[in-house]
């Protein structure tokens, strides 16, 4: 008997067809079909549920999503499917910051300004970030997280809010000289719980007073919110670079200009928080502290080298030019006061007082270390930067988002460029990707090799021999006793960063870091 074909085909098709349609409907329901093994969705949803596919979605129309979620989207890239195992690693290098995104606006303004309207003050405009222009609540992401850092310096120009802040920190400066270091507040033969006491330690102060001289111990210390970091930067111990990559953080795309007075940036300094943020800040455990150290000789001669080497004005204060020894000893008068000094009109800064130059001004004193390390969940080594920033920046979960990614360019630092570098292109050589992962071998002031290769243009670290005298190397290290004592005990660790409780208990066993 003969069969007729188009029933079989009938017969076959229409269970292979229930089939088809069983097996759709259950992939489809199942979430877990459309992400890869490390759950990263091949679909990328915004906030408001459209759904995106990176083949059809152009560079032009990305959307602004949350920072964790950004990706970079080409209308040249491949179709990702489930089951393309090839192209998971070319996908997951879509995941981008906001910082790398396409620029397509080439313009600078005044934050928040609403319009194209440039401030006229240098390296204050933020460049090619349209949200910085138009979007009021730029550089914070919730009215919340506003409402807690942004404080308005409108009155702090009016005399009768500015004069009492400046009386009460030179009253404090010069009432409370710096003392040597005990490490920590609390001892063993106190067992009482004990509040933390920050009467004598002066904060706030570069609100009013500035970044020179007098402006206390906190004046570089940056807040990263999204990571709760609080960041004790000090100078010459790598700080532009912390601002930079903070300012990447934020989604600036000229995240590579000179950083230390633009608007965005300014928001997030300790210092400019209300006294009862700053103190919860520094009391709760949500927020790690954390602090880099540097040889102190070579911190020493890089800011000599930097802020007063062939140069008629060093910094903001008129100085003559002095030879490396003539500097060793201007630091070394001890006939003279912070008070006494500010009596003589404009800062000189002489000695060693809290109205000498951050650049140089001890790094115990920056932050409160001299006694309040044990509060520190992190201190890490310059001379091991780059896997002490690794470490750090995956402890407050920064790396993966941002870390990571990190990258700059060889643009020509002139002109307008270094107020508005642009961001770096794909076809631009790089420096390097990965903040502070720099891999070129180098010897550091102790002779010993490091990975980090920091290139800064004064190469302090080379310079050693060239300038230090045996004389004037012991004179700096009486000088900076207690920047050695905490340097000395940070070079003990094998992987360049340690606790602040460590350290604290190595350099005074009676403090209790419990």
Same mark, same amino acid.
């Given at each position: 008997?003969?069969?007729?074909?188009?029933?079989?085909?009938?017969?076959?098709?229409?269970?292979?067809?229930?089939?088809? @349609?069983?097996?759709?409907?259950?992939?489809?329901?199942?979430?877990?079909?459309?992400?890869?093994? $490390? /759950?990263?969705?091949?679909?990328?949803?915004?906030?408001?549920?459209?759904?995106?596919?990176?083949?059809?979605?152009?560079? !032009?129309?990305?959307?602004?999503?949350?920072?964790?979620?950004?990706?970079?989207?080409?209308?040249?890239?491949?179709?990702?499917?489930?089951?393309d195992e090839a192209h998971t690693t070319e996908k997951k290098a879509l995941f981008l910051p906001q910082a790398l995104q396409p620029v397509t606006y080439n313009y600078c303004c005044k934050m928040g300004s609403g319009n194209v309207q440039p401030t006229g003050i240098k390296c204050k405009d933020i460049c090619f970030t349209q949200e910085a222009c138009t979007n009021e609540l730029y550089p914070f992401t919730s009215k919340q997280e506003k409402q807690f850092f942004?404080?308005?310096?409108?009155?702090?120009?009016?005399? =009768?809010?500015?004069?009492?802040?400046?009386?009460?920190?030179?009253?404090?400066?010069?009432?409370?000289?710096?003392?040597?270091?005990?490490?920590?507040?609390?001892?063993?033969?106190? =067992?009482?719980?004990?509040?933390?006491?920050?009467?004598?330690?002066?904060?706030?102060?570069?609100?009013?007073?500035?970044?020179?001289?007098?402006?206390?111990?906190?004046?570089?210390?940056? @807040?990263?919110?999204?990571?709760?970091?609080?960041?004790?930067?000090?100078?010459?111990?790598?700080?532009?670079?912390?601002?930079?990559?903070?300012?990447?953080?934020?989604?600036?795309?000229?995240?590579?200009?000179?950083?230390?007075?633009?608007?965005?940036?300014?928001?997030?300094?300790?210092?400019?928080?209300?006294?009862?943020?700053?103190?919860?800040?520094?009391?709760?455990?949500?927020?790690?502290?954390?602090?880099?150290?540097?040889?102190?000789?070579?911190?020493?001669?890089?800011?000599?080298?930097?802020?007063?080497?062939?140069?008629?004005?060093?910094?903001?204060?008129?100085?003559?030019?002095?030879?490396?020894?003539?500097?060793?000893?201007?630091?070394?008068?001890?006939?003279?006061?912070?008070?006494?000094?500010?009596?003589?009109?404009?800062?000189?800064?002489?000695?060693?007082?809290?109205?000498?130059?951050?650049?140089?001004?001890?790094?115990?004193?920056?932050?409160?270390?001299?006694?309040?390390?044990?509060?520190?969940?992190?201190?890490?080594?310059? $001379?091991?930067?780059?896997?002490?920033?690794?470490?750090?920046? =995956?402890?407050?979960?920064?790396?993966?988002?941002?870390?990571?990614?990190?990258?700059? /360019?060889?643009?020509?630092?002139?002109?307008?460029?270094?107020?508005?570098?642009?961001?770096?292109?794909?076809?631009?050589?790089?420096?390097?990707?990965?903040?502070?992962?720099?891999?070129?071998?180098?010897?550091?002031?102790?002779?010993?090799?490091?990975?980090?290769?920091?290139?800064?243009? =004064?190469?302090?670290?080379?310079?050693? !021999?060239?300038?230090?005298?045996?004389?004037?190397?012991?004179?700096?290290?009486?000088?900076?006793?207690? $920047?050695?004592?905490?340097?000395?005990?940070?070079?003990?660790?094998?992987?360049?960063? @340690?606790?602040?409780?460590?350290?604290?208990?190595?350099?005074?066993?009676?403090?209790?870091? $419990?």
């Open positions: 008997m003969r069969v007729n074909k188009t029933v079989v085909v009938v017969c076959l098709g229409i269970p292979l067809l229930i089939m088809w @349609l069983i097996t759709y409907l259950i992939i489809c329901s199942d979430d877990t079909y459309w992400t890869d093994i $490390d /759950s990263i969705p091949l679909l990328i949803r915004s906030t408001e549920g459209a759904i995106y596919d990176y083949a059809v979605t152009s560079s !032009k129309e990305a959307l602004r999503l949350p920072l964790h979620e950004q990706v970079i989207l080409s209308s040249s890239s491949p179709v990702v499917t489930a089951t942004y404080q308005s310096r409108k009155k702090w120009k009016l005399p =009768k809010w500015r004069r009492p802040s400046i009386d009460e920190c030179v009253r404090i400066m010069s009432e409370t000289p710096p003392q040597p270091a005990r490490w920590c507040q609390q001892q063993q033969h106190n =067992k009482l719980q004990q509040d933390m006491n920050v009467t004598n330690i002066p904060m706030g102060c570069s609100m009013v007073m500035g970044m020179g001289g007098m402006s206390g111990p906190f004046d570089r210390t940056i @807040l990263f919110p999204e990571g709760k970091l609080a960041f004790c930067g000090i100078p010459k111990v790598g700080i532009s670079a912390w601002l930079q990559f903070h300012r990447f953080t934020l989604g600036a795309k000229d995240y590579q200009s000179v950083p230390h007075n633009k608007d965005d940036l300014r928001n997030f300094r300790f210092d400019r928080l209300s006294d009862m943020n700053r103190r919860h800040i520094l009391e709760s455990d949500e927020w790690t502290k954390a602090v880099f150290l540097r040889n102190p000789a070579e911190r020493f001669l890089s800011a000599y080298l930097d802020k007063v080497e062939n140069s008629e004005l060093s910094w903001l204060r008129a100085m003559p030019n002095m030879t490396f020894a003539e500097f060793v000893n201007f630091v070394d008068d001890h006939n003279v006061t912070c008070q006494e000094d500010r009596s003589q009109g404009p800062l000189t800064q002489v000695g060693m007082t809290w109205c000498m130059d951050p650049h140089w001004r001890p790094q115990t004193w920056s932050c409160g270390l001299w006694e309040l390390l044990p509060h520190f969940d992190f201190v890490g080594s310059l $001379d091991s930067a780059d896997r002490a920033t690794k470490a750090l920046l =995956k402890q407050v979960n920064l790396w993966d988002s941002y870390g990571k990614y990190y990258i700059t /360019s060889k643009y020509s630092a002139i002109g307008n460029k270094i107020c508005k570098t642009p961001p770096p292109l794909p076809v631009i050589t790089t420096e390097h990707q990965g903040f502070q992962q720099y891999d070129v071998p180098i010897t550091n002031a102790t002779g010993t090799t490091r990975l980090y290769g920091h290139r800064h243009k =004064k190469n302090s670290s080379g310079k050693m !021999k060239e300038y230090y005298t045996e004389e004037l190397l012991k004179k700096v290290e009486r000088l900076y006793a207690d $920047d050695y004592k905490l340097w000395n005990a940070l070079s003990k660790s094998k992987v360049g960063w @340690l606790s602040g409780k460590k350290i604290a208990a190595m350099l005074n066993p009676t403090c209790v870091v $419990d």
